[in-house]
């Protein structure tokens, strides 16, 4: 298991770094875990741990969230969750990074002059 998780790290440096990485977090989430900065690891694990300790899962079928308003607030005011789209859910709440990064790193052509 360990080495399946190493060769996974190995072949996807940058996004193992985006779910690590520290970032500002949007107002919603700055309110829900009440830090300003969290990576996107971090940030699943805080919901995650919400979750738990209300004991928000169903008791009929542990697959499923029943939100709290505070939960509703932050999975787009639903209700119920499924635990395999939480990971979707949060992700909506970052930005993507900027396509400038990859324009600002490509190699540029020189001019031809006439």
């Not at 080495?3 to 072949?11: G, W």
């Not at 996004?15 to 009440?34: C, I, M």
């Not at 009929?60 to 979707?88: F, T, W, Y």
Request: hydrophobic share 40%; net charge positive; glycine share 2%.
């Amino acid at each position: 298991m360990v080495i399946r998780a190493a060769k996974a790290v190995a072949d996807c440096p940058r996004k193992v770094a985006d779910l690590v990485d520290l970032v500002n977090l949007p107002s919603t989430l700055r309110e829900f875990t009440g830090q300003s900065q969290l990576s996107r690891l971090g940030c699943f694990v805080r919901v995650w741990s919400y979750i738990k300790d209300h004991k928000l899962q169903d008791p009929s079928n542990k697959s499923i969230v029943n939100c709290d308003d505070k939960l509703k607030r932050i999975l787009l005011g639903r209700h119920q969750v499924d635990l395999a789209e939480l990971p979707m859910l949060i992700k909506l709440h970052f930005q993507k990074k900027s396509k400038q990064l990859e324009i600002d790193n490509e190699p540029r052509k020189a001019s031809q002059k006439d």
